[in-house]
């Protein structure tokens, strides 16, 4: 299979003006365009030929570009296009694709600022975080580059000395990802680079909301020489692009992340033609703080795990279980670490939390702080939107910490996705497992405490997928990333992440006695 790089081809009018606005160097990065069998593709197959959406910036309102809206047929086209690749990417060895990703990851790395600004742009987080995200999405690339190297098969013990067996590991085939607008780069790489390395070919439907991220990844892919349908990008009519997907006979895999509620109607939609899936779905993290724990410590690994991206990752705590003898000391320094936060444009100036993605989170938030208030919570700092420095055009909520809230409020029920701590104490180590444990989510969870064997009997106790003791970051390119109960199943990154794009099959041989 051809895997020679390419040049870029020059932007569109549009995306070039929109480069020069938000201060991105290499123009051909953005890109208005689906992009199917090493082409950019507009909505002209199906009955919305021509049709576009807007792209808007969440800090100020303003339409970015208007991007080609695609739907069933573009996606059974790019379907189409990765199967036709599917043999000769599949039979290509683990070191030539190997090559070709270590090309792709190291043009993310040459392209960084203009990513973050991309990114930054779309989807809101300050600029400091979207660099950061795009090392985090490149270290995905890097790594399975590398794993992909190491998809051994099995010789097995023979039940006939006349006999050999063997287990072989093959990829799945064509896969679609489904990934969200949180981290618009991490989690295409995260699946994209997994698939790749396995052998498979990948068609991806990015978010609505931040498709321009998404697309510069096709770009710096197509240069990088990542051969023709291997890796096609589809967006614009969520519903049909899904339905195309999950319905398709031809693909044989979906990764998704993004919400439960989603995540069980795409279950339901793979059965009827019985797909692998893997599932990254909502959490409802708690944050349980011993009354040993160092709590400066404690404080900082709040402020990290909650506020990061103003609260809008799967994995921030949420719900704080502090216990009685310390919780006072916790909220007064985590309340007064929230307030030093500077609210704003990310592309303007110093920012530490940026806005949330829409109206429609915004609502979501304040919907969630009105309820914990009318059952008797107390704010602590924060509690309603920002609208003074610039932020009067964007969806802005300040860093919120409440105290006091009962176990009957939504916060300790329901997936905020947004800057609000919800603090409650605790009196025993029994108490606060059965506190934390008491949700259908089971995605992360942390742990602070100075007593080792407290870290060992609570984490094994708990029920989630990931568990952070005294660290409020849990999420790296080398270590398993998944939950359990309804927040999931199945395996992101670490040495198990290939292996979701991998099958096993066994070999017999026979006639080899002598």
């Known amino acids: 299979m051809s895997s020679s790089t390419s040049s870029p081809s ?24 689906g992009f199917i069998a090493d082409a950019w593709t507009r909505a002209e197959l199906g009955d919305g030929g021509g049709a576009t959406f807007d792209v808007v910036n969440p800090a100020t309102g303003e339409t970015l570009v208007s991007v080609a809206k695609l739907g069933a047929a573009e996606t059974r086209a790019a379907i189409d296009a990765a199967a036709a690749a599917l043999p000769s990417w599949s039979a290509t ?25 991309i990114m930054c742009a779309e989807q809101g987080k300050p600029l400091a975080e979207a660099r950061g ?13 590398d794993e992909g190297r ?14 050999r067996v063997f287990a072989l590991r093959q990829p799945v085939g064509v896969c679609a990802a489904i990934t969200p607008w949180n981290f618009p780069l991490a989690m295409i790489t995260r699946k994209a680079a997994a698939a790749l390395a396995a052998g498979c070919v990948v068609v991806v439907k990015p978010s609505e909301e931040t498709p321009l991220s998404a697309l510069a990844l096709a770009e710096l892919a197509a240069r990088a020489g990542i051969p023709r349908g291997v890796l096609g990008f589809v967006m614009g009519d969520a519903n049909a692009i899904g339905e195309a997907m999950t319905g398709s006979e031809i693909v044989r895999k979906l990764s998704f992340t ?37 709590i400066d410590e404690a404080v900082k690994g709040a402020m990290g795990s909650k506020f990061r991206n103003a609260g809008q990752t799967c994995v921030s705590s949420q719900r704080y279980i502090v216990h009685e003898d310390v919780i006072d000391e ?18 303007r100036g110093k920012t530490d939390q940026g806005p949330l993605i829409n109206a429609r989170a915004l609502a979501k938030v304040e919907a969630h702080v009105a309820d914990a208030l009318s059952k008797g919570a107390k704010v602590l700092c924060g509690g309603h939107r920002v609208t003074e420095n610039g932020c009067d055009k964007g969806v802005f909520y300040a860093p919120t910490v409440l105290a006091n809230v009962p176990r009957d409020a939504s916060l300790f029920r329901e997936e905020v996705f947004g800057p609000v701590a919800a603090l409650t104490s605790f009196a025993d180590e029994r108490d606060a497992i059965a506190l934390a444990n ?20 609570v984490s094994e106790k708990l029920e989630y997928g990931m568990v ?5 970051v849990v999420s790296a390119a080398s270590a398993p990333f998944g939950g359990v109960k309804e927040s999931g199943t199945g395996r992101e990154g670490g040495k198990h992440g290939i292996e979701e794009y991998l099958e096993v099959k066994h070999l017999s041989v026979g006639g080899v006695g002598r």
């Not at 010789?155 to 000395?161: C, G, L, N, Q």
């Not at 916790?330 to 592309?347: Q, S, T």
């Not at 952070?468 to 409020?472: E, K, V, Y």
């Open 438 to 457: 008491d949700t259908t989510a089971g995605l992360a969870a942390y742990v602070y405490t100075n007593d080792n064997a407290r870290v060992w009997r």
């Open 330 to 347: 916790f909220g007064a320094k985590f309340a007064a670490a929230a307030r030093k936060l500077v609210v704003g444009d990310g592309l």
């Open 150 to 163: 190491r998809t051994y098969g099995e010789v097995i013990p023979t039940h006939d000395a006349n006999a």
């Open 10 to 33: 020059p932007p569109s009018d549009a995306c070039a003006a929109l480069a020069a606005r938000i201060g991105v160097a290499d123009a051909s990065l953005l890109r208005d365009e």
């Open 93 to 117: 060895t683990a070191i030539v694709r190997a090559q070709a990703l270590r090309r792709w990851g190291d043009l993310v790395n040459a392209h960084a600022s203009d990513l973050a600004r």
């Open 133 to 145: 995200e795009v090392a985090y999405a490149s270290s995905f690339i890097d790594w399975f580059a």
């Open 468 to 472: 952070g003791a005294n660290t409020g």
């Open 258 to 294: 993004g919400s439960t509620a989603v995540g069980k109607k795409l279950m339901r939609d793979c059965a009827g033609t019985v797909k692998r899936t893997s599932m990254e779905l909502g959490g409802c993290a708690p944050f349980l703080v011993f009354q040993d724990a160092n």
